[in-house]
């Protein structure tokens, strides 16, 4: 595609018939990485898809995360489906937690342009502080479902705006607030919180992708390969999330967490970043 820069270019040129296993390796390795990912901690892949398109694949910020964007639609509805198919996705709180999330994203936004830039990344730093804290006082459980009773509906909704709200502001996944917030505030158990976070995460891919892919801002054919092999490697994720116990699983998910606290304040230092 027009505009698409370094491996994506170099890769067409080192074999024929577009053809280029160097250039393709990469995108198949980011991908692979990016999937594992997604199924195990039940998050987009973005967080690691952004920085690596633009590292090793040499696309700028901006075209990284559309193409990102496009790459995380046949992850998450693999990975949706890999931990619906064993029963642990909630529709009813993936609903709830999709309105939410539509509402804070809005308010994220707003709030994007009257916080003084400074105060954003570490507003999500602040958040995985709180997670950290949370996940040693309400560890982590492998079965409790969904009773939706008021309480936890309100829960719900609560955790869907602040998903909604660290996205508008940070630029983050809501997969990294989403399964926490499931956790800790809802009380559902690990698996059925990834599945469902997962599963939160298909119909807001699928608008970003079509707007990105209508606009020619992302690069598809980089999307399309890394798409492919991080589809391929999400369900080998939950598999090991559902092999893993809950307890080396939270603190896996609670390194995972500190990495993309250091990603946010090390990309993050004014406004124009963070609203990537």
Known sequence: MRGG??????????????????GRLPMVLVGL??????????????????????AV??????RAAATSLVAILPTSVVGALTYGLRGQVSLVAAVILLAGTLVGAQVGAWLLHRLPARVLPWTFASF????????????????????????????????????????GLVGV?????VVPGL????????????????????????SGAVAHLRRGHADLATAVVTGLASSAASPVGA???????????????????????VLV??????RSTASR
């Not at 370094?6 to 160097?22: C, I, Y």
């Not at 469902?196 to 807001?204: E, K």
């Open 5 to 22: 820069t370094g491996t994506t270019e170099t890769g067409r040129n080192e074999g024929r018939g577009g053809v280029a296993v160097p």
């Open 33 to 54: 990485a990016a999937g594992l990912l997604s199924g195990l901690f039940g998050v987009g892949g973005g967080v690691l898809l952004v920085p690596a398109l633009v």
């Open 57 to 62: 694949l040499g696309l700028d910020h901006r």
């Open 128 to 167: 995985v502080v709180l997670v950290l804290v949370s996940q040693q006082v309400v560890p982590p459980v492998r079965h409790a479902d969904l009773t939706p009773d008021p309480v936890r509906v309100v829960a719900l909704v609560v955790v869907g705006l602040a998903a909604g709200v660290l996205s």
């Open 173 to 177: 996944g809501g997969g990294v607030v």
């Open 183 to 206: 956790e800790a505030v809802v009380g559902l158990g690990d698996l059925l919180a990834r599945g469902t976070s997962l599963a939160v995460m298909v119909p807001t891919a699928v």
């Open 239 to 261: 598999l090991l999330a559902a092999r893993v116990p809950p307890g080396p699983t939270s603190w896996m998910f609670s390194a995972f967490l500190v990495v993309v606290a």
């Open 265 to 270: 304040l090390r990309r993050s230092p004014g």
